[in-house]
């Protein structure tokens, strides 16, 4: 089996999680349960209020059948990515087969439904846009929340890369600032901003669309294709699953009005659409911007 690179992570990305959340690292790799042991466990009543309003928003309108089952199917295809990433490049003569397009086929139901019960402009109403404080407080609710810890471990995140995740949250401040909020677009911007969907929707939106399109991409740029594109482009796509798992969890905690606290709820909300964008764009550099640096050397030379 080819070998599946783990997230590459330095001594740097973790002293940086560690000063932002105010905790020591002492030179040495962080994990999401050391860190549950010594960060700050006061009670958010501002995350709070903002889990309770999306749930009062949205309470009976999800199809929670619809989420577990999807969850499910989620999870059974958040397994298959090592399976995947062996295949490597899809085969086909004329056209690729069906791979990368297989692993979102339940995130797109998923997604249709929730586009379909307005829950996307209900969690951007109650969410405020990134800031460094926000990222923080989202940072901490995710740490501290076990059920989203377990639910990430039963569909195949190890500890390490739990801990990855909540890096993709905490060490982002400016990347996640550039994505504003729809209803925090001025007016007086060049294009409609009616037409522009609500930001937990084109971080979950986005993800599925270049997942889906790795299909396509990698069968025409086959002669290109390295190992090391592949392996790098094996995280970005399993974070951005990832990232939806917690969402769509977060939604069957709305549509089943358990499992979650308003505070984490709001926290599995604001932490997805953070990990979803950031994994969106760090796919691009990894495996759809292919400089002359990474592309497989040409036999013609």
């Known amino acids: 089996m080819a070998k599946v690179n783990r997230p590459q992570v330095s001594v740097e990305d973790h002293e940086r999680l560690a000063r932002k959340l105010g905790v020591s690292s002492a030179g040495e790799e962080l994990t999401v349960e050391e860190l549950r042991r010594v960060i700050d466990t006061s009670d958010d009543e501002e995350f709070a209020s903002m889990?309770?309003?999306?749930?009062?928003?949205l309470r009976g309108e999800l199809?929670?059948?619809l989420i577990e089952r999807e969850l499910s199917e989620l999870a059974t295809q958040l397994q298959r990515l090592p399976e995947v990433r062996e295949a490597g490049i899809p085969d086909g003569e004329t056209e690729p087969e069906t791979?990368?397009?297989?692993?979102?086929?339940?995130?797109?139901?998923?997604?249709?439904?929730l586009v379909e019960t307005g829950f996307f402009e209900s969690v951007e109403a109650a969410l405020p846009r990134f800031t460094p404080e926000h990222i923080e407080r989202t940072a901490h609710g995710l740490i501290r929340s076990e059920p989203l810890a377990a639910a990430l471990e039963e569909c195949g995140f190890d500890e390490r890369e739990r801990t990855v995740l909540v890096m993709n949250v905490v060490n982002n401040n400016n990347r996640l600032a550039r994505w504003t909020p729809t209803k925090d677009i001025p007016d007086e911007v060049e294009f409609n901003v009616e037409d522009v969907p609500p930001l937990q929707q084109r971080a979950m939106g986005g993800s599925l669309l270049w997942v889906k399109n790795l299909d396509i991409h990698l069968w025409q740029k086959k002669f290109l294709i390295t190992d090391e594109i592949l392996d790098d482009g094996y995280w970005d796509v399993k974070a951005m699953l990832g990232g939806l798992y917690v969402m769509a969890t977060a939604a069957h905690a709305i549509a089943t009005d358990g499992s979650l606290s308003d505070e984490q709820l709001a926290a599995a909300l604001s932490a997805s659409t953070a990990i979803m964008i950031t994994n969106q764009e760090e796919i691009v550099k990894d495996m759809f911007w292919i400089t002359e640096e990474m592309r497989k050397p040409s036999t013609l030379r």
């Open 63 to 65: 199809d929670d059948d």
């Open 99 to 113: 791979l990368y397009r297989e692993l979102v086929a339940p995130g797109w139901r998923i997604y249709d439904h």
């Open 51 to 57: 889990g309770e309003a999306v749930r009062d928003e």
